[in-house]
């Protein structure tokens, strides 16, 4: 049994799979409905003893070939044995516990073997494939809602909301890295999903994208999959100060939009990199003529 900085007092806190039935079948309530149970934790989400408490009887650190994870169980779910890749980081170990976590809890998802699920790297990054029938299709949506149970268990909404609600910022994605014991890539996407500004994030190898998260109707990227960043961006170690770059180098079609960056360069020439749109102000909204009009109408009232 692996241990993780454990808390006993789980078992005691009225944390059982049955209570979490009304929660159905959305990832997101399922994992909400956890937290309700367990109350508050401060630190990291202690992802193993909930698992445990929930009936799973082992997670075991292993080599696996190909995989990131596994859960070996029955249709019916009576228990459950997490596998997890010992040569993976201890963040992304716990999002794979969680993951695991997630199939086992949603009993509506399909084991893709006899014995349970096996689940590979690039299924811990699965994102929702749309209301498709195909196989294939039914495989990518059931790993995206293990993820979407992961991220929604390890780094709750209610505990991100003061991180939130300040202005977009990579320091705070190492914030909730640290706090929440999640990968920077892990915390950036769920920044920029839950902030309520326009965001976008990129995630960088040798100075090329590897791939691009999109949060609240962030507008089409000029830039995708292989490219380099346009202009003098550079993505040297370290966090970077929040810039305005030409929305025109970066954007499809820019619009009367604002356009901030940041780089976070990391170890191995890795790079995040935060883009913030913004929408200008129009020189012709003169803030005096509202507050005028605003005094009037409420005069006559
Ligand atoms: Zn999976």
């Known amino acids: 049994m692996v241990t993780d900085g454990g808390d006993d007092s789980l078992a005691a806190s009225g944390l059982h799979r049955m209570e979490l039935d009304e929660a159905g079948a959305n990832p997101e309530r399922i994992a909400a409905a956890i937290h309700n149970a367990i109350g508050d934790c401060p630190g990291p989400v202690p992802v193993q003893d909930i698992a445990r408490t929930l009936d799973i009887f082992d997670i075991r650190e292993q080599n696996l070939h190909g995989l990131e994870g596994a859960l070996v169980t029955s249709p019916e779910r009576p228990d459950g044995l997490i596998l997890v890749n010992r040569r993976s980081s201890r963040p992304r170990r716990r999002f794979t516990i969680a993951h695991e976590l997630g199939h086992f809890l ?91 500004a326009s965001l976008a994030v990129l995630f960088l190898h040798r100075g090329k994208v590897v791939y691009l998260h999109k949060g609240n109707d962030f507008p089409w990227l000029a830039i ?15 966090l970077s100060d929040i810039y305005d770059a030409d929305p025109t180098d970066w954007l499809d079609r820019a619009g009367p939009l604002g356009l901030q960056v940041q780089v976070l360069g990391q170890e191995g020439d890795r790079a995040i990199v935060l883009l913030h749109a913004d929408t200008l102000a129009d020189p012709d909204d003169d803030p005096e003529i509202d507050d005028t009009f605003d005094r009037f109408t409420q005069g006559r009232r």
Not at 152 to 171: F, Q, S, V, Y
Not at 224 to 238: D, F, I, M, N
């Open 224 to 238: 995708g999959k292989g490219q380099t960043l346009p202009g003098h961006a550079e993505t040297r170690p370290g």
């Open 106 to 196: 949603m009993v509506h998802h399909v084991m893709v073997e006899a014995t349970g699920f096996r689940c590979r790297n690039r299924d811990m990054g699965a994102a929702s494939p749309g209301p498709k029938t195909s196989s294939e299709d039914r495989h990518l949506r059931q790993e995206a809602e293990a993820n979407r149970f992961a991220i929604e268990l390890l780094a709750p909404r209610p505990r991100l909301r003061p991180l939130l609600n300040r202005l977009p910022d990579l320091a705070r994605v190492l914030e909730i890295s640290k706090t929440f014991a999640i990968s920077k890539e892990a915390a950036a996407r769920r920044y920029v999903e839950l902030h309520h």
